[in-house]
C-alpha cells in the first residue's frame, strides 16, 4: 500500500483531518511536495509513523544534544545491521524485494535518515552522495545443489536462509510468512497445546503452505533487484556531516551511532540500550571522563517507540503540546528527500544537490 499513501491522505486533509500517516510518506519528490502544500493550505496536522524517534534510546540522546551536552554536533554516523533472516523474508522473497515497489533506503532506512535530520533539526541538508548495490542475492551465487524452493532442495538442512527452520521450527516472521492464514500468522498460535501428534500436524500445514508460497523461494533465485548493502553521505549546511550504512545478512540486527561534537561524542546501541557520553578530561592524567546510561525497556516493538507515537499523536489531535519527538510534516520531508537523492546518487556515481 506504499503507493497509494499520498493519495488517500489527500482527501482525509481535505476533509478536515488529522493524519497518522505510515512511512514511507510518498515514492517520489513530486508526491511529497503536493502532500506538503495540501497539509499546509487546509491547516491539518500530518504526523508520521517515524516511531524511532519516540524509542526511549533515542529520546535519551535528542535530549542530551538538545541540553548542549556535546556542542554543536561535527559528525553523525549511523548504522542498521540488517539480520541475515529479517532480509530473506521481506528483501529477497518478500513483498519488498523490488525498486519498483520501493528502493530499500525508503522501505528500510526512512527511519535512519529521519533520525539524522532530526537530531540536526533546523539544519537543511545540501549535498547526498552513495555507494551500494545488489550483489549478494543473485543466481550467480547460489551453491551447488540448491533447489528452486526450500523443500526440494538438497542442501536446506545446512543453509542460514531455510524457511522451513526460519518460519516453521524458529516461528520467525509469521505475519510475513503466513500472511493470509489467520490461525499462524499472529505467531506460534496453532501449533496447539503440547499434544505431540497436533504439533506434527500444523507443522506440515504449515510447510504445505509455505510450499505454495513466495516465502520458500530459494534466496539466490527470487525476483529481487533491492541493494543488499548500501552507504550514503549527507553534507549540512552548517557544513557538519552524516553518513549511514546499511548493511544486510547480519547475524545479529541492531542499530549502532556514534554522535562527534564540538564538546563530546555520544555512542550507543539500540538494542542493548547502552549510551555512553564521553569528554575530553580536564584532569590530569586523564584522557577522558564517560558517563553510562541504559534505556533498556520492554514492550511493544521499535524499541518501545510504537504506544508512545499513538500517545502522542492523540496529544496532537485533542491540540495539547506533543513530546519533543513528534515535529510538523515540514520536519520529515528532508528524510525522503535524502533517501530520493541517496538512490540516484548510487545509481549515477555522483553526488547530488538539493534543493
Known amino acids: 500500500m506504499d503507493d497509494i499513501h499520498v493519495e488517500t491522505t489527500i482527501p482525509l486533509l481535505e476533509a478536515g483531518y488529522d493524519v497518522l500517516l505510515e512511512k514511507p510518506i510518498a515514492r ?85 535518515l529521519d533520525l539524522l535530520c532530526w537530531f540536526k533539526s533546523g ?15 543473485t543466481e550467480e551465487n547460489a551453491p551447488a545443489g540448491s533447489g528452486t524452493h526450500c523443500h526440494d532442495c538438497e542442501i536446506e538442512r545446512d543453509c542460514q536462509y531455510s524457511a522451513l527452520r526460519h518460519h516453521i521450527e524458529n516461528g520467525w516472521w509469521p505475519f510475513y510468512a503466513f500472511a493470509g492464514e489467520p490461525s499462524y500468522e499472529a505467531g506460534a498460535g496453532g501449533d496447539g497445546d503440547g499434544d505431540e501428534n497436533e504439533i506434527i500436524a500444523v507443522a506440515d500445514q504449515k510447510r504445505e503452505f509455505l510450499e505454495s508460497s513466495d516465502y520458500s523461494r530459494c534466496v539466490w533465485k527470487c525476483d529481487n533487484d533491492v541493494v543488499d548493502r548500501q552507504s550514503i553521505i549527507v553534507e ?35 538494542i542493548s540500550g547502552r549510551i555512553v557520553i564521553r569528554k575530553p578530561a580536564a584532569t590530569q592524567g586523564e584522557e577522558w571522563s564517560e558517563e553510562v546510561y541504559s534505556t533498556l525497556e520492554g514492550g511493544d516493538m521499535h524499541g518501545g517507540g510504537d504506544l508512545r507515537l499513538v500517545a502522542d499523536f492523540v496529544k496532537v489531535v485533542r491540540g495539547e503540546v506533543p513530546s519533543l519527538s513528534t515535529t510538523e510534516l515540514s520536519d520529515s520531508i528532508n528524510s525522503h528527500l535524502i533517501a530520493f537523492a541517496a538512490d540516484e546518487a548510487m545509481l549515477n556515481s555522483k553526488v547530488i544537490e538539493l534543493n
Not at 123 to 137: D, I, L, N, W, Y
Not at 239 to 252: E, I, L
Open 123 to 137: 539544519t537543511e541538508p545540501t549535498k547526498v552522495a552513495s555507494f551500494g548495490g545488489h550483489h549478494f542475492f
Open 236 to 270: 549540512f549546511e552548517d557544513g557538519s556531516v552524516a553518513t549511514h550504512d546499511m548493511v544486510t545478512n547480519s547475524a545479529r540486527a541492531t542499530r549502532r551511532l556514534q554522535i562527534t561534537g564540538t564538546k563530546g561524542e555520544i555512542e550507543g546501541d539500540m
Open 28 to 112: 517520489n519528490a513530486v508526491e511529497l511536495r503536493e502532500l506538503a502544500d495540501v497539509a499546509e493550505r487546509t491547516g491539518r496536522k500530518v504526523v508520521i509513523c517515524h516511531v524511532l524517534r519516540h524509542a526511549p534510546f533515542y529520546v535519551a540522546i535528542k535530549e542530551k544534544i538538545t541540553a548542549g551536552e556535546i556542542g554543536d554536533i561535527m559528525h553523525i554516523h549511523t548504522t542498521e545491521n540488517v539480520s541475515y533472516h529479517h532480509m530473506a523474508v521481506g528483501f529477497v522473497r518478500g513483498k519488498w524485494n523490488r525498486r519498483a515497489v520501493n528502493p530499500m533506503l525508503l522501505a528500510k532506512c526512512c527511519h535512519d
